[in-house]
Each structure stands twice: as C-alpha cells, then as structure tokens.
C-alpha cells in the first residue's frame, strides 16, 4: 500500500507532485514492512543563467629591444626567471661584437670553443 502527502501516489507506487512547495512525505507498506521517503518540492523557477566564461588568456609574449650588458642579470631575474621553470621558454638571441682594432682570431676562436661547451652551434660570422 501506497501513501502520500503533497501529491498523490498510484498502485505502481509513481508519485505525482502537487503544487505547494516543502517537504513531503511517501510511505510504501507490505505486511508488517514499512518503508518512508522524503520528498522535497522546490520553486519551479528557471535556474540562474551560467557564469560568463573569463576572457581567454594570452598563449605567447614576445619582446624585442636592447639589454645593455650592465643589465643582463637583473633581465634575467626580474623577466626571464620567471619562465625559466616551466616549458615553452625560447631565448633567440643576436650578439654582434664590434670592438676597437677589430677581432683577432683568437678571440674569434675562443668564441666557437665557449659556444661549443655550452651545446650550441659554433658557427660566427665574421665580416
């Protein structure tokens, strides 16, 4: 046997709401079984609308300009160090040396040997 409050339940024990809202009872009995749900009416009010999406966020930075050599350290620490944890960092960097009486080949040579112990290619233009 099937019972109610705040609507009415069938033979099949299918609960139809009524229309007030609060909180509701349905009993199912079977011999000396006896078993008790709450159901809770609310307002049938439409549900808030979504939260507009945060604008997306920028995927690269770039920047271009001249870091004095007085500079270089605190470029590093103060933008660069901030990157330099996690992937997606790339340094392309263009040195170009024009010292007073020119390069002699041993700075020259110096050049490619510090360039090829840091992993990098040694190639120099030179002109």
Known sequence: M??????????????AAGQDIGSFSVTATAG???????????????PPP???????????LRWTGDVPPQKWMNFYTKVLSKFATGKGLRLTLSVEVSPEGG??????????????????KSDVETG
Do not use: H, R
């Not at 009415?8 to 609960?15: A, H």
């Not at 979504?50 to 690269?60: E, I, S, V």
């Open 103 to 120: 390069l002699s080949p041993q700075k020259i040579e110096e050049t490619k040997v510090a360039l090829q112990e840091l992993g990098l």
């Open 32 to 46: 000396a079984l006896k078993a008790i749900s709450t159901v809770i009416m609310g307002d049938q009010s439409p």
């Open 50 to 60: 979504p939260l507009p999406k945060p604008p997306a966020q920028p995927g690269t």
């Open 2 to 15: 099937w019972k109610a409050t705040g609507g009415t339940i069938d033979n099949d024990g299918v609960f």
